[in-house]
């Protein structure tokens, strides 16, 4: 099986071609840089083939995967700077990446035949209320410009294709890139107290995890809309934030510990800051996944315990 990877220099495209490498499949990544930028940790996706290519341009698109003719296309390549997308200079490239780029690369997917998995976002939904949201509700109600762009290119794919999964995942970390846990264990060593709102409710998603049911689901033809967290209930950035330092404070890092930062629960509107609307509601409802006979991925307090024990801290 030929795959074709974008966004191989993000989180989770970099753990996508490591998977297909491990499991022999031929996996080809492609990103806007010149050159792969990942991080160097000696793992395949350094080693297998790359191309530079810019998804906003449609004949690029168009040319390289018709050329390549890949079985897969696993489109990760997005733009995730939820809050800078609010910014009016910066909207119509949000819209540029996530909608048409994502529209582009379903067109030169319909042309080949090759299956199309599209990752999508909690955030295409208002996260109002309390019900996990299903993967067929079709209530989209976008609070945000990131999380619109991203129900564009859905649409984009769905009346394209028929043979797709689009596949939403909320709270992401892995170890190519920035994300939440890198960023409080960060901020936790200039400051001794830390706010952290309480009143968003849903689970991470360990990239590394992710990427194992990704191409679990490539080899199948169950095609349609997913979601995929990693198990272990849901909870509040504050909740999550305490089970970070918990277990880095089991890893012998004392400076985490309860005696020496302070984790303050705080809501939404108290902690402020933010440009873009967030959703209180991101629960995501998963047992579509055990339905069609995937493995659900381990909790997310365990994965939490193994990212830990992978990146430097």
Sequence with gaps: MKVFVTGVAGQLGH??????AKRGYEGIGT???????GVADGTAVVSMPYVSLDITDAD????VICEMK?????HCAAWTAVDLAEDEDKKDKVHAINADGTANIAKACKKTGSKMVYISTDYVFDGQGTTPWTPDCKDYKPLNVYGQSKLDGELAVSSTLDNYFIVRIAWVFGKNGKNFIKTMLNVAKTHSTLKVVNDQIGTPT????????????????????????????YI???DFTKEIFRQATLLGRTEYSEDNVTVLPVTTAEYGLSKAARPFNSRLDKSKLVENGFTPLPTWQDA???YLKEIEF
Excluded: C, Q
């Design 31 to 37: 990103d806007i840089a010149p050159e792969y930028s």
């Design 15 to 20: 753990d996508v071609m490591n998977e297909l």
């Design 60 to 63: 690029a698109v168009d040319r």
């Design 304 to 306: 939490v315990a193994r």
């Design 70 to 74: 890949p079985d897969v296309v696993v």
């Design 236 to 238: 509040s950035w504050y």
């Design 206 to 233: 360990y990239t590394f995890d992710l990427a194992r049911l990704l191409v679990d689901m490539i080899e199948t033809n169950k095609y349609g809309y997913y979601h995929v967290t990693n198990e272990g209930g």
